[in-house]
């Protein structure tokens, strides 16, 4: 009951920050939107009239799956995790949105009926954009149009090749994807704050909590990267390349 009463008042704020008229955060969405260097004058003022920079805190939940939604979501700052819920509390970590990316954008451009969740992992701005706003300057301009398709289906083949993936590497392979997918997507740099729980993480592997943290203490243990809580540096990069590689 008390999950139920926080999710009751975590949308209400969310549905009255909606409401209020320009950006809470003081951003512009098109600032962050992909390819928004193809949209007219026009269209970026439609665009902005209708939208709103929404503020999360960490483990903030922004959506869940099998709710509707009306708004186009813009990742503007901040760490999402976007993951599918199952039976018997399993989830599966499919990816983690960063700034500029768009997410939940195969639901909206479907059913409009959320497919997984999302809660945030770092504290995030998230810009709501109006869904029929957004869908008129995509049936006015082809080109933005199409680049948006390119993004939907990169980031389709993203989780189509990770799940693959899991299958069919073993396991000092997955750990490997994992410590590059933060170093080279998220991060950008081979140091960094591991941003999820052990649990989370051995998710996103495909393998157990015990078998996650064995593996990457062994990695320690090698000098392949250096292990300190949850700061992390990848030390051969050449190595964790190579053993991801070969699976």
Sequence with gaps: MIYIISLFF???????ALNQTGS??????????????LLSN???ELLQRNSNVVSYSKKDIVFRQNTRTSHIM???SGLVKIFKEGRNERTVLLKLATPGEYIGMISVMGDQIHQYS???VENADICFIDINAYRNVLMENGKFSLQLMNLISQDGLFIFNRLMNQTHKQLPGRI???LLYFAEQIYRQPHFDLPLTRRELAEFAGTTKESFIRTLTEFKND????LDGSRVEIISMDIVK???ELG
């Design 242 to 244: 190579t053993l991801s």
């Design 223 to 226: 000098k392949i990267i250096y």
């Design 42 to 44: 026009e269209q970026v």
């Design 74 to 76: 813009l990742m503007v």
């Design 10 to 16: 975590v949308c209400l704020i969310r549905n009255i």
């Design 176 to 178: 490997a994807d994992v």
């Design 118 to 120: 999302a809660t945030v």
């Design 24 to 37: 809470i955060s003081g951003y512009h969405c098109e600032e962050k939107m992909p390819y928004s260097q």
